[in-house]
């Protein structure tokens, strides 16, 4: 099987911009979930969808948002970019439900923002 | 809330020696998973091996094995035969069983293998 592939792999901005990232989950898998890692704050959780519904979200500003289709497939966007936001995006997919909530991430997406 | 703490930041070992790696959660969930994921240079994270609370047996996964004692909260990492290329930095992380696929991640330990 595929892993999971994130595009772009690399992202330059400026302040004030919006992006979005897109995820592509491992075939049959209907759970993903977004993390951010940066030096300083480690890796933090950012939300997770399941077949088309946010199930979870972390404690991130309205500014993040994401959202699911219909093939599993996520995005999540970034509105007015700020220099903090900058850090490597990770998605991650599973099944979605006990016992198989085993989580399998792709290679990220590094954003900078300027 | 549950809490992930590996209190060591950095360790290093030499090719073919073992290294056990430590890591203590808190939580008040009886039922639950926790899990190794290391993360190369590349900056892609793998799965390393995975433990069910309920599951009495510690996990094994050919070089890699745990300790997990449940009643201290602790989840080691012991690697043999140490490689080069076990060089990482390693994560342990939390989910809960109920609820949704959220993962709760400790700071890290870069384990560094030399020749």
């Known amino acids: 099987k595929a892993g999971v592939t994130q595009t772009p792999r690399y992202l330059i901005k400026t302040r004030g911009q919006q992006v979005t990232l897109s995820c592509s989950p491992i075939?049959?898998?209907?759970?993903v979930s977004w993390y951010q890692q940066t030096p300083g704050q480690g890796l933090q959780f950012l939300f997770e969808y399941f077949s088309e519904t946010q199930r979870n979200k972390g404690n991130f500003p309205g500014r993040f948002s994401g959202r699911q289709f219909s093939n599993s497939r996520s995005e999540m966007n970034v509105s007015t970019l700020e220099l903090g936001d900058s850090a490597l995006y990770l998605c991650?997919?599973?099944?979605?439900?006990?016992?198989?909530?085993?989580?399998?991430f792709g290679p990220g997406t590094r954003l900078t923002v300027l | 809330a549950q809490t992930v703490t590996q209190s060591q930041p950095e360790m290093s070992v030499q090719e073919a020696e073992t290294v056990t790696l430590s890591c203590t959660y808190d939580?008040?969930?009886?039922?639950?998973?926790l899990f190794w994921y290391k993360q190369p240079p590349s900056r892609q994270m793998i799965l390393v091996i995975r433990?069910?609370?309920?599951?009495?047996q510690n996990a094994t996964e050919n070089r890699f094995s745990v300790n997990f004692q449940k009643a201290a909260k602790s989840f080691s990492l012991k690697i043999s035969d140490s490689q080069l290329g076990d060089t990482a930095m390693y994560f342990c992380?939390?989910?809960?069983?109920?609820?949704?696929?959220?993962?709760?991640f400790g700071k890290g330990t870069m384990l560094l293998v030399s020749p």
């Open positions: 939580t008040s969930e009886s039922n639950y998973y």
């Open positions: 992380a939390f989910m809960k069983q109920s609820g949704y696929s959220t993962l709760t």
């Open positions: 991650a997919s599973s099944q979605g439900r006990p016992p198989l909530h085993t989580q399998y």
């Open positions: 075939s049959g898998h209907r759970s």
């Open positions: 433990q069910e609370a309920y599951k009495q």
